[in-house]
């Protein structure tokens, strides 16, 4: 059993940047990939990025590439999402999620689910 926490969101002028946390609890963090999802209005979830429970690997999904950057410290048992260059599509409820022993993917059957963080991109 997991539990994870998702931290950091807010309100940012388009151009600018924030990072997401992850702080994960429960046993055996490192055999879970994390993944990072986000939900716009009216929209359906999508996946932004992805990382391996060791973190040797990583995915990136197209539309964010060279601007998120996704990592992680299993001994802070925390994954973190480095957001820049935002813009207002990149508006929505963020949330981070848990894959025990699978590589990682975009798909949304994941194991354990946070409960979001808002992340609001505007002048």
């Known amino acids: 059993q997991l539990h994870l926490v998702e931290s950091g969101g807010g309100l940012v002028q388009p151009g600018g940047s924030l990072r997401l946390s992850c702080v994960i609890s429960?046993?055996?963090?490192?055999?879970?990939?994390i993944g990072w999802f986000r939900q716009a209005p009216g929209k359906e979830r999508e996946g932004v990025s992805c990382?391996?429970?060791?973190?040797?690997?990583?995915n990136v999904a197209s539309s964010v590439k060279d601007r998120f950057t996704i990592a992680r410290d299993n001994a802070k048992n925390t994954a973190y999402l480095q957001m820049s260059s935002l813009t207002p599509e990149d508006t929505g409820t963020y949330y981070c999620?848990?894959?025990?022993?699978?590589?990682?993917?975009?798909?949304?059957?994941?194991?354990?689910w946070g409960q979001g963080t808002q992340v609001n991109v505007s002048s």
């Open positions: 990382i391996s429970g060791n973190g040797d690997s990583t």
């Open positions: 429960g046993l055996g963090v490192q055999n879970y990939a």
């Open positions: 999620a848990a894959l025990f022993l699978l590589p990682c993917h975009f798909r949304d059957e994941y194991d354990y």
